[in-house]
């Protein structure tokens, strides 16, 4: 019995060190000299009829967990000034325009960020969406986006990224367009860029930067004690993996996770998780820090790193 509340009770401080990050630190991500692009990624098609009045590229942004609102304006979004990825949008959107035009690289990049409710239902929230329900909001959001976009526009090219929760569903996106499931064809799909992915797991895209990443996405690790999980968490199923690798994505897809991020890095089985309590407790505002947090890529934080990523896709 002393062993079982033992195993409960690392079960449960794992949780919620993974839903108490909502501390989020201010932003600050001027550009620094970035990296060359990870993966290759096919130029926008030009055996395709284009309107004039299509974007060449369209970069599509899911912000974390209580980073968005669902009424949020998805060009100019205000729900949270210190959302993680507005270190990404708002120097994509002042390098190129930020709205839909027909001219390339200089104008022909719309942003759009994901309006969606990004709640998390816990014990400590019991009134907020559900884990499940928020981010199954978020997925249908981006698949009708993209679906609209790519039915006028066939010729557009998406870049993808997500932080969290975001990371999340638009790593399941990315697994089913990769595997020809998608709203868009994968050769649509430039790249994408996952922060603090939550079904991370090796072998599936390409983590860059820290190589000390040891564990696996906290859904992956917390799905054989489910039940266990759901009176703290109530609706937030811990699926385990995604059932196949990123297929024709695999190679476009970039993992970004700091090695204490218990989100994309949770022990791989409870008997770690005993031994490293102590670990896990002094780690639990790193998953808010990537964009002040100079350790997971080098000579920049991760939202800087993505984002002259993005530059050299659409500049080349």
């Not at 430039?190 to 983590?207: F, H, M, N, Q, S």
């Not at 994505?249 to 970039?254: A, F």
Request: aromatic fraction near 6%.
């Amino acid at each position: 019995m002393k062993k079982t509340l033992t195993v409960l009770g690392v079960i449960i401080l794992v949780v919620i060190l993974i839903v108490g990050v909502g501390q989020w630190m201010t932003r600050n991500d001027e550009d620094k000299p970035g990296p060359t692009t990870t993966g290759a990624s096919p130029t926008p098609g030009t055996d395709v009829d284009q309107p004039d009045s299509c974007p060449a590229y369209e970069v599509i942004s899911a912000p974390g967990t209580w980073e968005s609102k669902a009424d949020d304006d998805p060009v100019h979004p205000t729900a949270n000034p210190n959302s993680l990825l507005l270190g990404v949008t708002n120097p994509l959107q002042e390098a190129y325009g930020g709205d839909a035009a027909a001219d390339g690289a200089n104008g022909g990049v719309k942003v759009w960020t994901l309006p969606y409710a990004a709640q998390f239902r816990n014990i400590n929230a019991l009134g907020e969406m559900s884990y499940d329900d928020s981010r199954n909001q978020g997925y249908d959001r981006v698949v009708e986006e993209m679906s609209a976009t790519y039915a006028g526009c066939p010729g557009t090219q998406f870049i993808l990224t997500g932080f969290s929760q975001g990371a999340v569903l638009t790593g399941d996106l990315a697994t089913e367009i990769g595997n020809g499931n998608g709203p868009v064809p994968a050769a649509n799909v430039a790249g994408v860029a996952l922060i603090a992915d939550g079904r991370r797991e090796d072998g599936k895209g390409t983590l860059v930067g820290s190589p000390d990443v040891k564990g696996i996405g906290a859904e992956i690790a917390l799905s054989s004690v489910n039940l266990l999980v759901q009176p703290i968490v109530p609706g937030a199923s811990m699926r385990g993996p995604r059932p196949t690798d990123f297929g024709e994505l695999q190679d476009r897809v970039n993992q970004f996770c700091d090695p204490a991020d218990l989100v994309c890095s949770a022990p791989r089985d409870i008997g770690n998780a005993v031994a490293r309590a102590n670990d896990l407790i002094a780690a639990n505002g790193v998953h808010a820090q990537y964009s002040t947090n100079g350790n997971v890529v080098p000579d920049a934080t991760v939202p800087q790193w993505i984002v002259n990523w993005a530059k050299n896709i659409i500049d080349s």
